[in-house]
């Protein structure tokens, strides 16, 4: 078993540089994942209400508290769904979530994405089976005004949020004052984040790295298959996925890979390092060649709202409502 880095964060606690992603892990498979992985090292896990799958992660985690490890030493994120973005749903939300871990607090609660949909009508709600229905009242300053009482309550250390542009976080750092801890995007060679990561160097706020490995789901590419990533991995001995995990850690992220395989699980762990040469090598896979994997469009109901700026959202409808 290996132990791995940490990072530390503005609150002063520390996160794991290796967490495991628990997105699209399919019924029953995430209890075994979540279990495999902390008997295996892991001390960071990546949770979330809308992977559906909280309860059985909870499951897992009542069989290794505390006989494999004490609650402390693990890192535990979840994150807050769209449909709870009012003000009086966000720590209704938390506590569900707690409920299903089984757990009295949380060590970081993000927002999930930067769009508010109507509450009380399941996790995407959709008026004609197409487009999600949106709540353009609520504000991201809303929503982080509530976000920002919750450490006083003890259920969660700290507070942040995720797929939020530079923009956004000035936003309601603006009208609150307070940063967010940290910031969950997508990051990999083909999307490697360098602004938005100066811009939260700069101000304290930590990255975590999601889709490490490119999600390999959308039909797109696999990054696990480009050849620099391929020749660099031999040149190591080690897999393609040890390589785009020790990329996004040498950038400066927590990376967090998802598996449900045991020995995927166990390998993505193992940490290699990168020469400065062979980093670059993989870092020029991403040279005029920017792929955003996860824009939420194409699923049903779509959100019909730009949230990034990318040319796929041009006809986007409405904009983030940011005060
Ligand atoms: N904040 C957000 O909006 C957001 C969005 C997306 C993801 N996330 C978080 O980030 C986590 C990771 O992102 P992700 O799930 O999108 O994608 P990812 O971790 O980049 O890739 C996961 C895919 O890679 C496969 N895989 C895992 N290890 C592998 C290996 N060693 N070799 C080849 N293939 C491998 C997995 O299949 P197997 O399971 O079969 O191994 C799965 O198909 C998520 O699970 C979630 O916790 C957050």
Not at 119 to 148: C, N
Not at 212 to 231: D, R, S, Y
Request: charge should be negative; glycine fraction near 6%.
């Amino acid at each position: 078993m290996s132990f791995q880095k940490v990072l530390k964060l503005s609150t002063s606690a520390e996160i794991p540089e290796i967490g495991l992603g628990t997105w699209m892990s399919k019924p029953h498979e995430v209890e075994n994942a979540v279990e495999i992985a902390v008997r295996n090292g892991y001390r960071h896990l990546d949770l979330a209400m809308i992977y559906e799958n909280q309860d059985e992660v909870g499951r897992a985690l009542k069989k290794v508290i505390p006989s494999v490890v004490k609650r402390e030493d693990l890192f535990i994120t979840s994150k807050l769904w769209n449909h709870s973005h009012q003000p009086d749903q966000v720590e209704k939300e938390l506590d569900e979530t707690l409920k299903l871990l089984g757990l009295d607090y949380v060590d970081l609660y993000l927002v999930h994405w930067p769009v508010a949909f109507v509450p009380g009508r399941g996790f995407y709600p959709s008026d004609d089976g197409h487009q999600a229905v949106l709540d353009l009242e609520t504000s991201l300053v809303d929503t982080w005004k509530a976000m920002i009482k919750l450490p006083a309550t003890g259920k969660v250390r700290a507070v942040g949020v995720s797929n939020f542009t530079m923009d956004y976080i000035k936003g309601i750092v603006a009208a609150t004052g307070v940063k967010p801890v940290v910031n969950q995007v997508e990051a990999h060679p083909l999307l490697p984040q360098l602004e938005l990561l100066e811009f939260c160097r700069t101000s304290g706020i930590h990255i975590t790295a999601y889709s490490p490995l490119g999600n390999n789901l959308k039909g797109k590419p696999k990054l696990t298959e480009h050849p620099a990533v391929k020749e660099v991995a031999q040149k190591l001995g080690a897999t393609e996925a040890q390589v785009l995990v020790a990329w996004g850690a040498h950038t400066g992220f927590s990376v967090i890979p998802k598996s449900v395989q045991e020995d995927r699980i166990i390998s993505n762990f193992k940490q290699v390092e990168l020469s400065k040469e062979d980093y670059e090598k993989i870092s020029a896979i991403g040279h005029n060649n920017h792929t955003r994997f996860n824009i939420p469009y194409g699923y049903t109901p779509m959100w019909d709202i730009s949230l990034f700026d990318e040319p796929e959202e041009k006809n986007a409808k409405y904009k983030v409502k940011v005060q």
